[in-house]
């Protein structure tokens, strides 16, 4: 049977995602997102629980990343979990999982203003429309 490695969340990124490059020059950028979740107790009382997930974009995504994401945006992520295994200073095995971003996408707007929904309506051709096109141009 087949099997499937695929997230995706929506959340307030930590902090800004710090670029680094590898010997082979692609960008490799880190950060992490925070996942809220509430719902009411037995008593009726609102609970509130913050998950973190370390998120990791590759090559051109990181770039991207490291340019336009900042602390406190929000933004939808998808790609898949990963746990890499690497020694601290003392030689202790650790541990660490991650998100491997694939796609990424910014849901606020300047300042983390609402996303605004814009529909282009479509454009309207009638005969000759492109007749006078070059002298629309200001050069």
Known sequence: MASLNSCSF???LTRDPEVKYLPNGDAVANCSIAVNESWKNKAGEKQERAEFINLTFYRKLAEIAGQYLKKGALTYVEGKMQTR????KEGVDRYTTE????QMQMLGGKSDQPEQKVEQKPAQTTKGAFDDFESDIPF
């Open 85 to 88: 295994k690497w020694q601290d």
């Open 99 to 102: 998100i491997i971003v694939n």
């Open 10 to 12: 929506i959340g307030n």
